[in-house]
């Protein structure tokens, strides 16, 4: 298993931007792929973002598509996603979360490890 830390929610209005960091513990970093989800209150959770663990490949959910980008820099075992556009509608717990394979996973039951959740408030 792998530790992850998610950072850098917070509150911003609509048409902001918010950059999410994950730091991730272990050694073998770049043969994981990793994920952002997100949760909205009652609501389930849903796959935001994914990457490969070269960094070569990503993959996006419909409602972020164009607005927002995951990337990695696996020497410092990071993820990042940056945020703009902001809606309203953005507004959740985001979580990340390791694979433990290089390739994608687009559904929570891919992923083993999870970080606690950053809050992202968007006002309108």
């Known amino acids: 298993q792998v530790q992850l830390v998610e950072s850098g929610g917070g509150l911003v209005q609509a048409g902001g931007s918010l950059r999410l960091s994950c730091v991730a513990s272990?050694?073998?970093?770049?043969?994981?792929?990793m994920g952002w989800f997100r949760q909205a209150p009652g609501k389930e959770r849903e796959f935001v973002a994914s990457?490969?663990?070269?960094?070569?490949?990503?993959s996006y959910g419909g409602s972020v598509r164009g607005r927002f980008t995951i990337s990695r820099d696996n020497a410092k075992n990071m993820m990042y996603l940056q945020m703009n556009s902001l809606k309203p509608e953005d507004t959740a717990v985001y979580y990340c979360?390791?694979?433990?394979?290089?390739?994608?996973?687009?559904?929570?039951?891919?992923?083993?490890?999870w970080g606690q959740g950053t809050q992202v408030t968007v006002s309108s």
């Open positions: 979360a390791a694979r433990q394979f290089a390739s994608m996973g687009f559904r929570e039951s891919e992923y083993a490890s």
């Open positions: 990457i490969t663990g070269s960094g070569y490949s990503t």
């Open positions: 272990g050694r073998t970093f770049s043969q994981w792929a």
